[in-house]
């Protein structure tokens, strides 16, 4: 499979990272593209090293997918599992094997972060959702997740039109009973992100990751 297009870290190092030292996955929204989320990067506790990875579908509107937008008739759970193969594909050829990674997904990105929680959790040292939701079905690592329960921050604004509420109802059961959920909702906040959001963030982060 065709290693997924990135941008790295300003300081990504020349030699091989620290197997030790946790790496943050950042992934795009629906029609928007690895340059987007690094904007992000200023927030994040200082030292994390980052990757912003674009999803591997084109948009006929410009920019990229994780998968095909269709809320009507559901998503395309093919799709979803190739987007996530692509994102381990690229992780196994980029990153050492015992790396702690860190997806922080916005929208689509958000359901790809909960889909490498639920497909290798054992690779994942905490999870930030954006403005996210969930894919539909069990997750071949549900179970382990609700014995487990590992640490997940999920923002979102309370203005959001694009994440309808069924899919927030869905998330809203679902992480409680398959992490340790830090939960905000922010008032005001249409869909995207903003400071005091990404200010929890990085609280988050810090508390959760001991070399953050």
Known sequence: MKLLDSVLSPAWPDEPLDSASPVVLLLHGLGSNEHDLPS???????GLTWASLRAPLDTDFGGAAWFPHDVE????????DASTEAIW???????PATTPLVPL????????ALQ???TRPERI?????????????????DDVLAESRPPVFWGR?????VIWPEAIAELS????????????????LAHGVNGEEMGEVRTFLTATLPSA
């Open 173 to 188: 059961a679902w992480l409680p009973e398959h992490s340790t959920l830090t939960a905000r909702v922010y008032a005001g």
């Open 116 to 118: 490498l929680l639920r």
């Open 105 to 112: 997904g916005f929208s689509q990105g958000g359901l790809m």
């Open 40 to 46: 992000l990067a200023p927030y994040l506790p200082r």
């Open 157 to 161: 604004g309370d203005a959001d039109s």
């Open 125 to 141: 040292a905490t999870t930030v959702v954006l403005s996210g939701l969930l894919a539909a079905g069990a997750g071949q690592a």
């Open 89 to 95: 594909s690229w992780v196994d050829a980029s990153l």
């Open 73 to 80: 008739n559901g998503f395309d759970q093919s799709a979803i």
